[in-house]
């Protein structure tokens, strides 16, 4: 696949020229950016990957691994961004094409695991072998239909799946289920909320970060500037309301940090729920320059993700349009 190394464009330049030398680094929950350092909070831009025939609205379609290598389905292949190589190789096979919503994590032992609707596989890293789990997610016996929604990767080998399900007993109403899969593939269910109680979650994305937590996001286009979040608590299933801090594009996390990080309009930013501010870690370009010194809008961003440490970002750049996404590389140097 061919790389194009993107450099800064001409309103990052302009943004630098007018900003503070002093390094304050808060965005405050309206989402306003009040000041930032000259040059060392704009990313830079390198496409990693392009034409990839995946939405733009979901947290989970495509993901990392605990070394920063980016992964996202394309047809029956499952794609592999190298960050050492800078290659983009073929390191899965899916059991199926799936025309539409997919959502993917990889574990700590390089294992797979990816949804499609109601269905949840998981396939070894060590020899390719394809174990449907679908049977084992315990979805109350009194519902008309489910669907699968978000999943993700814990530092512990556990992984962490969102789904929701029509309930017509004992009264009609739509339940959100989180529930854990164990590296034995056991799966149990830790919490649950009817929909209505959260009503601007809706079809979530699900993220894990470091200690006891998960984090369900609502990533819909509808609103893209109002999207919420829910924390809670994997060992008690306490849930806790973020809906006042800052609105993001979407959310991702790393197995180092305590907190996750957020995509709110080009800033990427740490959230911190317990403070009345968001730490801003960096500003993505507005416009790049490809390698023939056009420029070229960095637009319909919806996704980000990240290697374990915070220092390697991904963002999802889609066109409308074509109905095609292509990757970037962030970088602050």
């Not at 960095?298 to 220092?311: Q, R, V």
């Amino acid at each position: 696949m061919k790389k194009t190394i993107l450099i800064f464009s001409l309103v990052a330049i302009s943004f630098a020229s007018c900003s503070s030398d002093a390094e304050i680094n808060d965005i405050s929950a309206n989402g306003a950016v009040e000041t930032k350092s000259a040059l060392d909070k704009i990313f830079t831009v390198e496409k990693v990957a392009d034409d990839i025939s995946i939405a733009g609205s979901s947290g989970n379609i495509a993901c990392t691994d605990l070394d920063g290598n980016f992964y996202f389905a394309e047809g029956t292949d499952v794609m592999k961004y190298d960050l050492q190589t800078k290659e983009t190789v073929k390191a899965f096979k899916l059991p199926e094409k799936f025309e539409g919503y997919v959502a993917l994590c990889v574990d700590q032992q390089k294992n797979l695991y990816y949804k499609a609707f109601d269905k949840l596989f998981k396939i070894s890293g060590v020899d390719g072998s394809v174990a449907d789990l679908t049977s084992r997610i315990p979805f109350p016996t009194n519902t008309t239909a489910v669907v699968l929604c978000g999943i993700t990767a814990a530092e512990n080998g556990n992984v962490f799946l969102s789904g929701y399900a029509y309930q017509d007993v004992p009264t009609p109403l739509i339940r959100e289920h989180i529930f854990k899969v164990t590296p034995q593939a056991v799966i149990s269910e830790f919490a649950s909320y009817v929909r209505g109680d959260y009503p601007y979650l809706k079809g979530s994305s699900l993220v894990k970060s470091k200690g006891s937590y998960v984090y369900v996001v609502d990533l819909k286009e509808e609103n893209p500037d109002n999207n919420r979040y829910l924390k809670i608590n994997t060992t008690n299933g306490q849930i806790e309301d973020l809906s006042a801090h800052t609105p993001v594009k979407a959310i991702s996390a790393t197995h180092s940090k305590d907190n996750p990080y957020a995509l709110s309009g080009n800033d990427i930013v740490r959230i911190r729920p317990t403070e009345t501010s968001d730490l801003l870690i960096g500003t993505i370009p507005s416009y790049i320059t490809d390698e023939n010194g056009e420029l070229v809008s960095l637009g319909y961003l919806g996704n980000f993700w990240m290697n374990a440490e915070a220092t390697v970002f991904y963002v999802m750049s889609h066109d409308y349009g074509q109905n095609k996404s292509a990757c970037y590389k962030l970088t602050l140097e």
